[in-house]
């Protein structure tokens, strides 16, 4: 499959996402409100207090604000996709197409993010910015990181949803794991409660997961609460995460070939 026909599954998403656009438009109030009820929260946590985890007030609007939005643009339903495709069969169809299933399911979760982008997180950022104290940085290499993590953020969290997806080759009804995993992605990556809120061992431990490299360390940047000389070891955390969870969706793809032909003759 050239890569011209990769890039027109993202604009063929893109414009079916256009189909559902009002949607989108009443997610921009929800994800507002959600930003408010966190502000207000966190105000009354602060107090009179300037500074909690290394957070100031001033660094944790921001982070809120920064953080759902970006949820905005990485967030999918590539694991629901698949899983449906599996179920219903239809997966099997893939096999003799001419493409990479995985890489179109990526493309097609990308369209779908520039669209939340461009409609979702652009407006939503403004809206937050006019209704709470948001402070945006100045400096235009922390747009270009940011920018960049988030590319990768969204990387991360489509192959955490495609190898959920997939488990549907292996476990019959996984709609109990979905649910699971969003909650965890949510809790674990530091958009309901910054990690540095965490106890110690919890801190600790997920460093040892991806879910870090999702949200928190990219709203962390953005913030302004990484040092310079630290950007490259974020950024490389980020790379590393990417590299190791290609190897389970290699695995798991691999094996159901191999069990979708064993089963389907």
Do not use: H
């Amino acid at each position: 499959m050239r890569n011209s026909a990769y890039l027109d599954l993202i604009r063929m998403r893109f414009l079916m996402m256009l189909a559902y656009r009002v949607n989108y438009y009443s997610g921009i109030l929800i994800y507002t409100l959600n930003i408010g009820v966190y502000y207000f929260t966190w105000q009354a946590i602060y107090g009179s207090q300037q500074m909690l985890a290394g957070f100031t007030v001033e660094q944790m609007t921001t982070y809120i604000a920064v953080s759902w939005m970006a949820r905005a643009f990485y967030f999918n339903n590539l694991d629901q996709e698949i899983s449906r495709e599996i179920r219903d069969g239809s997966v099997a169809i893939q096999f003799i197409r001419p493409y990479n299933y995985i890489l179109v399911k990526m493309m097609q979760g990308f369209g779908e993010g520039i669209f939340r982008l461009l409609l979702f997180m652009g407006p939503g950022m403004i809206l937050a910015c006019i209704l709470f104290p948001v402070q945006l940085p100045t400096d235009p290499k922390l747009w270009l990181v940011f920018a960049w993590m988030l590319f990768m953020s969204f990387l991360i969290n489509s192959q955490i949803n495609i190898i959920t997806g997939l488990s549907a080759f292996f476990i019959e009804n996984n709609q109990g794991m979905m649910r699971l995993k969003r909650v965890i992605v949510d809790l674990f990556s530091g958009v309901i409660v910054p990690i540095s809120f965490f106890p110690g061992w919890l801190i600790t431990l997920n460093e040892w997961l991806p879910f870090q490299a999702i949200t928190y360390l990219p709203s962390s940047v953005f913030t302004g609460r990484v040092p310079d000389e630290e950007l490259l070891g974020v950024l490389a955390v980020q790379l590393i995460w990417f590299a190791v969870l290609s190897v389970p969706i290699m695995l798991l793809w691999r094996a159901a070939r191999q069990r979708l032909f064993v089963q389907g003759g």
